[in-house]
């Protein structure tokens, strides 16, 4: 039954009528929902409309997402278009231009439909990712409208609708963060259905592997893929860094079990107040972090509170530092909320800050954590507390959650993360691509000098150690991929290290910004 031969509050209790199941017919889904191939995922592409400037850019983040999901196996990807019962298949081996014309010509058609016709065409691609075995997720692209009255009605109807059959929708919006107000609209949508609001382009393709990660150990699309914030316009910034479990000769828990990782949070100092104390300036701030589960429930919690006292000569280089917060963290596989909110405690100001993230449980092997651009972290600018600091050949490290540098300016660029090789494995290998627009432009071999296995233990027991202390056999191998004295043009920019030992691979990226 069509769309258009209802109107609007009958067409949307047609689809949820459609999707009416008596319990029997429950009861064998679920009996069969183990012939359901783990790695199955449905990615469904519908639009709304955009403006003109904002329509390319939009479509070529669409269309390097895509491509990007195509490469895990068992993936399939679809474009529905407005009062069309039939779809169209994005195939893996499609070429990119292919799929970025497929991706234009649904965008152009739907530049000028009204609000009403976009809920149709959204019911219909959540209806379509319903049928569809695994994962499914719709991707919703449109610079977000005011919704009132029937249409609030409708979209509530729509949330709900996905949420009931575990349709994740991602909203991808290019007006999102111009103002604290654009983007809010369709928020609820992605938010309530375990999706996330994609306000930067960039975010994307990273944003798909979080709400539905490539769970196979190794694979060239990995599951711990690290993630820019999908809403870049909060000053403060947190973040997740995935590792693996300490090992403990005798363990299995620390090869097969919950997740470990490292929370961040910084705060740039001139963002807080600094009151004049006569013979020194004090800073007064209190950082709280949290993870909430799926259902809101916070699930762990840190907090700290900082006061420093600045000399007078130490305040201007002190205000160019940030304020880092770092704690180490377990969960169990599945999906979270990460929150931080900084209180300045002289001003009364506060700063908040969300994004999802996605916990899997640690399994043995080759393994690596994310990876995050770094720099020096300078003691007299920077004030840092933290169960461990980052090091790396004795060199402390400031991370940067939020990178930005000058264009057209020699700079070093830093790529710090953790390699767990398999210790019976090959010499890892280790290159890093720069890439823009997703098109690359560089590539470099990163050798990697360290030897991952000791030799002289050769006849005892080779266990993944936390490090050479104490005659252990070394585990986990801190790295720095650099780039000496590069220079990059004004725009956005992805840096991805790629780790190859023997026929595993495992990549991870992170995006930065170049400005003037």
Same mark, same amino acid.
């Given at each position: 039954?069509?769309?258009? @031969?209802? =109107?609007?509050?009958?067409?949307?209790?047609?689809?949820?009528?459609?999707?009416?199941?008596?319990?029997?017919?429950?009861?064998?889904?679920?009996?069969?929902?183990? @012939?359901?191939?783990?790695?199955?995922?449905?990615?469904?592409?519908?639009?709304?409309?955009?403006?003109?400037?904002?329509?390319? =850019?939009?479509?070529?983040?669409?269309?390097?997402?895509?491509?990007?999901?195509?490469?895990?196996?068992?993936?399939?990807?679809?474009?529905?278009?407005?009062?069309?019962?039939?779809?169209?298949?994005?195939?893996?081996?499609?070429?990119?231009?292919?799929?970025?014309?497929?991706?234009?010509?649904?965008?152009?058609?739907? @530049?000028?439909?009204?609000?009403?016709?976009?809920?149709?065409?959204?019911?219909?691609?959540?209806? &379509?990712?319903?049928?569809?075995? #695994?994962?499914?997720?719709?991707?919703?692209?449109?610079?977000?409208?005011?919704?009132?009255?029937?249409?609030?009605?409708?979209?509530?109807?729509?949330?709900?609708?996905?949420?009931?059959?575990?349709?994740?929708?991602?909203?991808?919006?290019? *007006?999102?963060?111009?103002? =604290?107000?654009?983007?809010?609209?369709?928020?609820?949508?992605?938010?309530?259905?375990?999706?996330?609001?994609?306000?930067?382009?960039?975010?994307?393709?990273?944003?798909?592997?979080?709400?539905?990660?490539?769970?196979?150990?190794?694979?060239?699309?990995?599951?711990?893929?690290?993630?820019?914030?999908?809403?870049?316009?909060?000053?403060?910034?947190?973040?997740?860094?995935? $590792?693996?479990?300490?090992?403990?000769?005798?363990?299995?828990?620390?090869?097969?079990?919950?997740?470990?990782g490292a929370m961040l949070v910084e705060a740039p100092i001139s963002l807080l107040q600094?009151?004049?104390?006569?013979?020194?300036?004090?800073?007064?701030?209190?950082?709280?972090?949290?993870?909430?589960?799926?259902?809101?429930?916070?699930?762990?919690?840190?907090?700290?509170?900082?006061?420093? $006292?600045?000399?007078?000569?130490?305040?201007?280089?002190?205000?160019? #530092?940030?304020?880092?917060?770092?704690?180490?963290?377990?969960?169990?596989?599945?999906?979270?909320?990460?929150?931080?909110?900084?209180?300045?405690?002289?001003?009364?100001? @506060?700063?908040?800050?969300?994004?999802?993230?996605?916990? /899997?449980?640690?399994?043995?092997?080759? /393994?690596?954590?994310?990876?995050?651009?770094?720099?020096?972290?300078?003691?007299?600018?920077?004030?840092?507390?933290?169960?461990?600091?980052?090091?790396?050949?004795?060199?402390?490290?400031?991370?940067?959650?939020?990178?930005?540098?000058?264009?057209?300016?020699?700079?070093?660029?830093?790529?710090?993360?953790?390699?767990?090789?398999?210790?019976?494995?090959?010499?890892?290998?280790?290159?890093?691509?720069i890439l823009r627009d997703g098109q690359t432009v560089g590539r470099s071999q990163v050798?990697?000098?360290?030897?991952?296995?000791?030799?002289?233990?050769?006849?005892?027991?080779?266990?993944?150690?936390?490090?050479?202390?104490?005659?252990?056999?070394?585990?986990?191998?801190?790295?720095?991929?650099?780039?000496?004295?590069?220079?990059?043009? &004004?725009?956005?920019?992805?840096?991805?290290?790629?780790?190859?030992?023997?026929?595993?691979?495992?990549?991870? *990226?992170?995006?930065?910004?170049?400005?003037?």
């Amino acid at each position: 039954m069509g769309f258009k @031969s209802l =109107p609007g509050a009958g067409r949307m209790l047609a689809m949820r009528k459609l999707v009416c199941l008596p319990a029997f017919a429950l009861l064998a889904l679920a009996l069969c929902a183990e @012939s359901v191939r783990a790695d199955d995922r449905s990615l469904v592409f519908v639009f709304g409309p955009i403006s003109a400037d904002r329509t390319q =850019p939009a479509v070529q983040a669409a269309a390097a997402s895509a491509r990007t999901w195509l490469k895990v196996p068992g993936a399939t990807a679809e474009v529905r278009r407005r009062g069309a019962s039939d779809s169209q298949e994005l195939a893996k081996f499609m070429t990119a231009k292919d799929i970025e014309a497929a991706l234009l010509d649904a965008a152009h058609a739907s @530049s000028q439909i009204d609000l009403m016709t976009f809920l149709n065409a959204l019911d219909t691609a959540t209806y &379509a990712a319903a049928r569809r075995p #695994g994962r499914r997720l719709v991707l919703a692209v449109l610079e977000s409208p005011t919704i009132s009255g029937e249409a609030d009605n409708r979209l509530k109807q729509t949330i709900e609708f996905c949420r009931s059959n575990l349709v994740h929708v991602i909203v991808l919006d290019p *007006s999102a963060g111009e103002s =604290p107000s654009s983007g809010q609209a369709l928020k609820p949508l992605a938010t309530a259905t375990g999706g996330l609001l994609a306000a930067d382009l960039l975010s994307l393709e990273a944003g798909l592997l979080i709400v539905a990660p490539a769970e196979k150990a190794g694979s060239e699309i990995d599951a711990a893929k690290a993630a820019p914030s999908p809403e870049l316009s909060v000053p403060i910034h947190a973040g997740l860094i995935r $590792k693996r479990a300490k090992w403990k000769p005798g363990s299995v828990d620390s090869d097969m079990g919950p997740m470990q990782g490292a929370m961040l949070v910084e705060a740039p100092i001139s963002l807080l107040q600094l009151d004049d104390k006569d013979s020194y300036y004090l800073l007064r701030a209190l950082v709280t972090t949290e993870v909430k589960n799926a259902e809101g429930k916070q699930v762990w919690q840190a907090k700290k509170e900082f006061n420093l $006292k600045v000399p007078p000569r130490k305040l201007q280089e002190r205000r160019t #530092g940030s304020l880092y917060f770092i704690r180490e963290v377990q969960l169990p596989g599945g999906k979270y909320t990460i929150e931080a909110v900084v209180q300045d405690l002289n001003s009364g100001k @506060s700063w908040n800050f969300s994004e999802p993230l996605r916990a /899997s449980t640690s399994l043995p092997g080759f /393994s690596m954590s994310d990876a995050i651009l770094v720099r020096k972290l300078n003691d007299a600018a920077d004030k840092f507390e933290g169960d461990q600091g980052l090091n790396y050949e004795g060199r402390a490290l400031a991370p940067l959650l939020d990178p930005a540098f000058p264009a057209d300016r020699p700079l070093d660029l830093e790529l710090y993360f953790i390699m767990y090789p398999d210790l019976r494995g090959g010499q890892p290998q280790i290159s890093v691509e720069i890439l823009r627009d997703g098109q690359t432009v560089g590539r470099s071999q990163v050798a990697f000098k360290d030897n991952i296995r000791d030799t002289s233990r050769e006849n005892q027991d080779v266990g993944a150690g936390a490090g050479a202390k104490n005659g252990e056999q070394k585990g986990e191998f801190p790295f720095i991929a650099a780039i000496r004295d590069a220079s990059f043009s &004004a725009g956005r920019y992805e840096a991805r290290v790629t780790v190859r030992q023997d026929k595993q691979t495992i990549t991870r *990226s992170v995006s930065f910004r170049v400005a003037r």
